[in-house]
């Protein structure tokens, strides 16, 4: 028998247990849903059962209750890991943060091996942890250095310990590259809310990332400006009526030259972006095009669109961050000046949205705003970004090893700009493909791409060869 709840006192601690999932029971009158406290720490997102009820308290049991969105004004500050927070993503989510202080914690900041950087973040936010992920910078870095009450961490078991606690809100992932996939995986897998900047982490692994996200109970959220103006659009209405969406791209600093101008381009132009400031290998990226082609392999799992659902058109101002065009041929699109701010700060917030650091369209400053086709011929990047999307499997994560590995040897002067594209082609047309890798097995492709890429050479034909 159901134990009955005692109107109209509602409890505002409880005495809990987590329920199995999958009973349908209800409680048969409503409970007042503010913070149930379990083990020090509020939780919101859980499902209980009532055993036993008296004014002040609640014992859970043998009955589900359906537990609803507590807003923040109720809730508090929202408490943030920021995975990456000395990069450009992180530290532009750290300005976020110091904005919206009534809103928004830091409670959890990583860096590679950046330890002066990291000191300084956490004098300025009092974090309860940082994590350095380097072995050997986190073993010279002096714990004396650190505010009081910030704790030092290590690695990826540090990275877990951060995004796993029951302290913690949303988690966002703005370490580059095929790194950021383990924090969030640990983030997912402890049921949160991610805020995905590294598009290398669905680009690896999109379906079985997107498939722990439904069985664990979180939350991806993008941070990339283009999907975030998809996911911003797609607010407007269901998505069955979405007909496809349009990725929009600067075209990057070689914007309407030919392949044969492109011969001896250095890493310094290629880092000479028009509009953005990125980190250098998402800045090589835009300039290759590989970065909208990743930026296709995400929407592919991300919304679960099909590559043939989604385009991809330049336009220089970078306004226009993304358009979704629906059934009835009404296209919605999202427009901002190109700040990282704003992105970041919706996911972070979301569903609400509030005045925040990053910069407005100037109406009356405003000039024309120009699109085009891009040039594939030129720029072949982009056409493997839709084959990697239709084959899915280990195409994904052998794609990003080999172009981060070809990104790296030309910043050092190894590869030639033009040899990136031809390399990854290259790479994945031999790779030894598997249509439902586990994560394990896409971890295995990942290091044989790379190590494939770090065999091949430069040669003054700007061709590329495997020794």
């Known amino acids: 028998m159901i134990p009955r709840c005692p109107p109209p006192r509602y409890p505002t601690k409880a005495w809990v247990s987590r329920y199995p999932a999958g009973d349908d029971q209800t409680l048969p009158c409503q409970l007042n849903l503010r913070r149930f406290r379990v083990g020090g720490y509020n939780r919101p997102d859980a499902a209980w059962r009532v055993v036993h009820a008296r004014p002040q308290a609640v014992l859970l049991a043998r009955c589900r209750v359906p537990v609803l969105p507590i807003e923040p004004a ?8 920021v995975l990456g927070s000395t990069g450009s993503v992180g530290t532009s989510c750290l300005d976020v943060i110091a904005q919206l202080e009534d809103r928004l914690q830091a409670v959890g900041l990583s860096a590679h091996a950046n330890g002066d950087a990291l000191c300084a973040q956490a004098e300025r936010f009092r974090p309860r942890w940082i994590t350095i992920t380097d072995p050997e910078a986190a073993a010279g870095f002096d714990r004396k250095r650190l505010p009081k009450g910030t704790e030092l961490l290590a690695g990826v078991d540090g990275i877990t310990t951060m995004v796993s606690d029951a302290a913690v809100d949303v988690v966002v992932t703005a370490i580059v590259g095929s790194a950021g996939l383990a924090g969030t995986w640990a983030a997912l897998e402890a049921g949160k809310t991610v805020a995905v900047a590294n598009k290398e982490t669905l680009v690896m692994a999109g379906p079985l990332v997107m498939e722990l996200a439904a069985r664990r109970g979180g939350r991806v959220l993008p941070v990339d400006s283009e999907h975030s103006a998809i996911f911003q659009a797609m607010q407007g209405g269901r998505r069955s009526e979405v007909a496809r969406v349009v990725l929009t791209a600067s075209g990057g600093p070689f914007r309407g030259r030919r392949a044969a101008d492109l011969a001896d381009v250095t890493p310094g132009e290629a880092l000479c972006h028009p509009t953005w400031r990125m980190g250098p290998k ?72 509030v005045s925040g650091p990053a910069r407005r369209l100037q109406w009356a400053e405003l000039g024309g ?18 084959e990697v999307a239709r084959r899915g499997g280990t195409c994904g994560a052998v794609l990003n090893g080999a172009n981060e590995e070809a990104v790296r040897r030309f910043l050092e002067g190894d590869l030639a700009f033009l040899d990136i594209p031809r390399v990854c082609r290259e790479v994945l047309a031999h790779h030894p493909y598997s249509a439902r890798p586990s994560l394990a097995e896409l971890h295995a492709a990942d290091r044989w791409a790379r190590q494939e890429v770090a065999r091949w050479t430069r040669t003054k034909a700007c061709s590329v060869s495997p020794t």
């Open 282 to 353: 998402t800045t090589v990226d835009s300039a290759t095009l590989m970065n909208q082609a990743l930026e296709v392999i995400e929407a592919r799992w991300l919304f679960d669109l099909p590559p043939e659902q989604s385009e991809v058109i330049i336009h220089p101002q970078s306004v226009s961050h993304s358009f979704v065009e629906c059934t009835d041929g009404s296209v919605l699109a999202q427009l901002s000046p190109p700040d990282m701010r704003l992105p970041i700060q919706y996911a972070l917030t979301y569903p609400e949205r």
């Open 369 to 386: 705003w120009n699109f085009e086709q891009p040039d594939r011929e030129t720029f072949p990047a982009l056409q493997l970004g839709y």
């Open 74 to 81: 109720a809730r508090g500050r929202r408490r943030v890991v």
